[in-house]
Nanobody, 127 residues
Framework: QVDLVESGGGLVQSGGSVLLSCTAS????????MGWYRRSPGQQRVLVAT???????HYADSVKGRFTISRVGAEGPVYLEMNDLQPDDTAVYYC?????????????????????WGQGTQVTVSS
């Protein structure tokens, strides 16, 4: 059982900043890529930023230059620093991680990778 626990979020004025954090807990072999996604009201969930285990970052065009994703070592936590927030950034933000776990099979033990999601944290930006 692996869980992703998010913290941060809340209500902020336009131009303000928020820091989100996400920590993995449970039994696993390693954490691969971690990232943040968001779902705005009436929209589908979309990628915000990702960071690989060796620190390579990727951002959605809409947040480049304003948001920064970071990670503390291979185990995390992963952070999303959001600056110059705008009303269009209002969304539920979800932590995501690709995690390798040990799976006990009839023939032995496998190492399988699965995609995990946090419960989501609301960020509301007022104009």
């Amino acid at each position: 059982q692996v869980d992703l626990v998010e913290s941060g979020g809340g209500l902020v004025q336009s131009g303000g900043s928020v820091l989100l954090s996400c920590t993995a807990s449970g039994s696993y072999i390693k954490i691969n890529t971690m990232g943040w996604y968001r779902r705005s009201p009436g929209q589908q969930r979309v990628l915000v930023a990702t960071i690989t285990s060796d620190g390579r970052q990727h951002y959605a065009d809409s947040v480049k230059g304003r948001f920064t994703i970071s990670r503390v070592g291979a185990e995390g936590p992963v952070y999303l620093e959001m600056n110059d927030l705008q009303p269009d950034d209002t969304a539920v933000y979800y932590c995501n991680a690709d995690i390798t776990v040990e799976a006990l099979m009839p023939w032995g033990v496998n190492h399988n990778s699965y995609n995990y999601w946090g419960q989501g944290t609301q960020v509301t930006v007022s104009s």
